[in-house]
């Protein structure tokens, strides 16, 4: 009784870490300037004004901009886009030619993976990829694939458990006592809290997730507030 959810998910965090990473200014620069990324990447990769950016070419770089993060090849994205894949393989040349940093760091991590066997997040976490020289190309692919997004998923999780430790500090604190985290997801933290104090903790929570890792590119937090979990989203 008197208490609601509220669920604090970080917005598109594995882009805005891809846009760190590879340092690419115009990713970076969506991100700065707070745009709707995946619109401001259709708005590049179609040549079109970001104002007349259709839902149709949001749809697409939307599947571009996960697609690569993800390692997805010319053939999974026109699978996923319904598309030929040389319409696919074009986007993503297209893709590469606007953000040329993103290909870069792509190259760049293919190549010390296979150099070193393992990649690491940002915060120096490693994961081995004991098949990144495998004689059998499906499965050197594959550990590429891995090579390429691990550092991005890696590094959103050390992200996140910074995040509950900030939060778990602030929680041991007079002014934390009205909530409750019950549980963490992906990139989302969820809290039991008192009504009368949701507009406190809200504040508080952001303070902690959005300052839980200084990147190059800002940290954003969305939240909802419901009675269960589907209200809060």
Not at 121 to 135: D, H, M, V, W
Not at 199 to 204: E, F, G, I, Q, S
Request: aromatic letters at 8%; hydrophobic letters at 45%.
């Amino acid at each position: 009784p008197h208490h609601v959810l509220l669920a604090a998910d970080y917005s598109q965090i594995e882009l805005r870490i891809m846009a760190h990473l590879s340092d690419d200014p115009a990713l970076k620069r969506a991100f700065d300037n707070n745009w709707d990324v995946h619109a401001a990447t259709a708005s590049e990769i179609f040549s079109t004004p970001l104002d007349n950016v259709t839902s149709e070419q949001r749809r697409r770089a939307k599947a571009i901009n996960f697609g690569l993060i993800y390692g997805m090849s010319s053939f999974g994205l026109a699978k996923q886009l319904g598309v030929s894949r040389e319409e696919a393989r074009d986007y993503m040349q297209q893709y590469f030619e606007r953000y040329p940093g993103v290909q870069a760091y792509m190259e760049k991590t293919r190549a010390e993976a296979h150099s070193q066997g393992y990649v690491e997040t940002l915060f120096g976490r490693r994961l081995y990829l004991p098949e990144i020289n495998a004689s059998n190309k499906m499965r050197q692919q594959a550990a590429e694939r891995t090579a390429i997004n691990a550092p991005m998923q890696g590094t959103a999780a050390d992200i996140i458990k910074k995040a509950m430790i900030a939060v778990a500090a602030w929680q041991a604190t007079e002014a934390g006592q009205h909530a409750r985290m019950i549980m963490q997801v992906h990139d989302e933290l969820v809290f039991e809290v008192q009504e009368h104090a949701i507009d406190h903790v809200k504040l508080a929570v952001q303070a902690c997730m959005e300052k839980a890792a200084m990147l190059s590119v800002p940290l954003r937090v969305s939240m909802g507030v419901g009675m269960n979990w589907d209200e809060a989203h």
